[in-house]
């Protein structure tokens, strides 16, 4: 199961992690974020949490993380390496464009 985010854990799961972490930024009412959901489990399924981590964050519930990195479109997808920013996509995409963010720094 994709790890649920929320502005009281994203600190400790996302900035805190020692590796790759990819957080899907979306919106209940986001059809283009409904769309992606299977495509973000699917990618979790498919690596290990050595690999890479995952997570959801809805924006409408954690509104302080949603402004800290700006979101003003859904989905965003932002990849962390040891807490800092390295990658970031807004909108909905194929699962291989998605797993081709990390897959540039995990060398594959």
């Keep these: 199961m994709v790890l649920e985010l ?3 854990n994203f600190e400790k799961k996302v900035l805190e992690h020692d590796g790759l972490v990819l957080v899907d930024f979306w919106g209940s009412w986001c059809t283009a974020c409904q769309q992606m959901k299977p495509i973000v489990e699917k ?12 997570g959801h964050l809805n924006i409408d519930k954690n509104p302080q993380i949603s402004a ?4 003003e479109e859904t989905p965003t ?13 807004m909108g909905a995409m194929a699962d291989k464009q998605l797993e081709r963010m990390f897959n540039n720094v995990l060398g594959k």
Aim: proline share 0%.
């Design 6 to 8: 929320t502005d009281e």
């Design 43 to 54: 990618l979790e399924k498919k690596y290990d949490d050595d690999e890479i981590r995952i």
């Design 68 to 71: 800290r990195y700006e979101i």
């Design 77 to 89: 997808h932002i990849l962390f390496e040891d807490g800092e920013v390295v990658e970031r996509k």
